[in-house]
């Protein structure tokens, strides 16, 4: 059971270049998010989804697109590089059923993008 | 609006004092409450959880937090630190934002340690 997976963990991007970090989780969680790291922030949501087929904006989804057309992938896409999005991105998961909620957040190891 | 405030950016303790570590929440239903460990360079961890019950709750490594719904609170407590203890502590809420579930992160702590 790997939990959620995350790749790359490092990339250094250029100015107006695009890349997608993958997030893979293994556990049928219907539930799954991205958040970006900044110091002395905490973590900030950009994008999530309550399944395959439905995403939503969080607090900062400017710059940021998903997708999820699979339970199990939630990639997020950098369209064109800023350096304000250098940050440390983590994907989570979880399992939402009906009533109290069923489990706790799986975070991935998260990704560390540089934008030069 | 829903928020969590962490009061102290940073806090140093001596190896085998004792750690308070705060955090103050804004939620207007039942609060999920969470604690998370990051260590420099690695991914979040999870300390312990509060969902319903028994307000003082158990986590791994020796911590422990208390839910004080009066004070909008959920402290964090270790009886005596280790110099592993050392890493950022972030206090979350899981709340229902819009119609979704969602976990609302605070700045964060982080724990120096001195020998």
């Known amino acids: 059971n790997a939990g959620v997976t995350q790749t790359p963990k490092f990339r250094i991007l250029k100015i107006g270049q695009s890349m997608t970090l993958q997030c893979t989780q293994d556990m049928n969680h219907n539930y799954m998010y991205w958040y970006r790291q900044d110091p002395g922030m905490g973590l900030k949501l950009i994008y999530y989804s309550v399944g395959a087929g439905i995403t939503d904006k969080g607090e900062v989804p400017n710059g940021y697109n998903v997708s999820r057309s699979t339970t199990e992938d939630f990639p997020l896409r950098l369209e064109l590089a800023a350096p304000s999005q250098t940050s440390v991105y983590f994907c989570?998961?979880?399992?939402?059923?009906?009533?109290?909620?069923?489990?706790?957040?799986?975070f991935g190891s998260g990704t560390r993008l540089t934008v030069v | 609006a829903q928020s969590v405030t962490q009061p102290d950016i940073h806090i140093t303790v001596s190896e085998g004092a004792s750690l308070e570590l705060r955090c103050n929440y804004s939620?207007?239903?039942?609060?999920?409450l969470f604690w998370y460990v990051q260590s420099p360079g690695q991914g979040l961890q999870l300390l312990l959880k509060?969902?319903?019950?028994?307000?003082l709750v158990q986590g791994i490594k020796g911590f422990e937090a208390e839910f004080k719904r009066s004070q909008s609170s959920f402290n964090l407590r270790k009886p005596s630190v280790h110099w592993s203890d050392a890493a950022e502590y972030f206090c979350?809420?899981?709340?229902?934002?819009?119609?979704?579930?969602?976990?609302?992160f605070g700045q964060g702590t982080r724990l120096t340690i001195n020998p």
């Open positions: 509060y969902f319903s019950g028994d307000t």
């Open positions: 979350a809420v899981g709340a229902k934002i819009q119609g979704a579930q969602k976990l609302v």
């Open positions: 939620y207007g239903a039942t609060p999920y």
């Open positions: 989570a998961s979880r399992v939402i059923g009906t009533g109290a909620p069923s489990s706790g957040y799986t």
